[in-house]
T-cell receptor, first 114, second 114 residues
Framework: DTGVSQDPRHKITKRGQNVTFRCDPI?????LYWYRQTLGQGPEFLTY????????KSRLLSDRFSAERPKGSFSTLEIQRTEQGDSAMYLC????????????FGEGSRLTVL | AQSVTQLGSHVSVSEGALVLLRCNYS??????LFWYVQYPNQGLQLLLK??????LVKGINGFEAEFKKSETSFHLTKPSAHMSDAAEYFC????????????FGTGTRLTVIP
């Protein structure tokens, strides 16, 4: 399968703990995006990489959140000192440079903070 | 700045009836427009997209949408609903240039009644 893969699919943690999510994009895609989706809402943009460079960050991405894409391939999203409000589905997507803007999404990583 | 409004968070139709899901957008530049579908426990899947050219676009599973610039709309239709169409549908907009990050509406949950 050559789609976008995310790991873990589900994570339950206690408030104050750190969590990390991993995303493996489609191999030839140089753009990678993180979105957050809460119940009853559409996905909200968090951040975007072109190759290893993080080019844009949303105001939603507080200083407890950090994303990396060290070699321009897979990416990690870390949340430090989790809060109950961080409970959400974290979606990763990838795309080619330019093109017609279509993003290819993974199945998401669901975070529950107790 | 871009934004998307989806009228009706829940839509119910009978099997075989017309499906109409509404989407209005705002964008300061010519937009790319998308409809994504999300089945339970699955990732977002592209249904169709408008980039340039023909304003009536056809997608997978018999869906189509028409870009109407004067109405800033991109409504999704299907002539005859099938049980398998039950899902959540998201309209999204992005700029034709730039990072291509998508701005999503809040989604419409489609229920198909047998």
């Amino acid at each position: 399968d050559t789609g976008v893969s995310q790991d873990p699919r589900h994570k339950i943690t206690k408030r104050g703990q750190n969590v990390t999510f991993r995303c493996d994009p489609i191999s030839e895609h140089n753009r990678l995006y993180w979105y957050r989706q809460t119940l009853g809402q559409g996905p909200e943009f968090l951040t975007y990489f072109q190759n290893e460079a993080q080019l844009e960050k949303s105001r939603l991405l507080s200083d407890r959140f950090s994303a990396e894409r060290p070699k321009g391939s897979f990416s990690t999203l870390e949340i430090q000192r989790t809060e109950q409000g961080d409970s959400a589905m974290y979606l990763c997507a990838s795309s080619t440079n330019g093109g017609t803007g279509e993003l290819f999404f993974g199945e998401g990583s669901r975070l529950t903070v107790l | 700045a871009q934004s998307v409004t989806q009228l009706g968070s829940h839509v119910s139709v009978s099997e075989g009836a017309l499906v109409l899901l509404r989407c209005n957008y705002s964008s300061s530049v010519p937009p790319y427009l998308f409809w994504y579908v999300q089945y339970p426990n699955q990732g977002l899947q592209l249904l169709l997209k408008y980039t340039t050219g023909a304003t009536l676009v056809k997608g997978i599973n018999g869906f189509e949408a028409e870009f109407k610039k004067s109405e800033t709309s991109f409504h999704l239709t299907k002539p005859s609903a099938h049980m398998s169409d039950a899902a959540e549908y998201f309209c999204a907009v992005s700029e034709q240039t730039g990072a291509n990050n998508l701005f999503f509406g809040t989604g419409t949950r489609l229920t198909v009644i047998p």
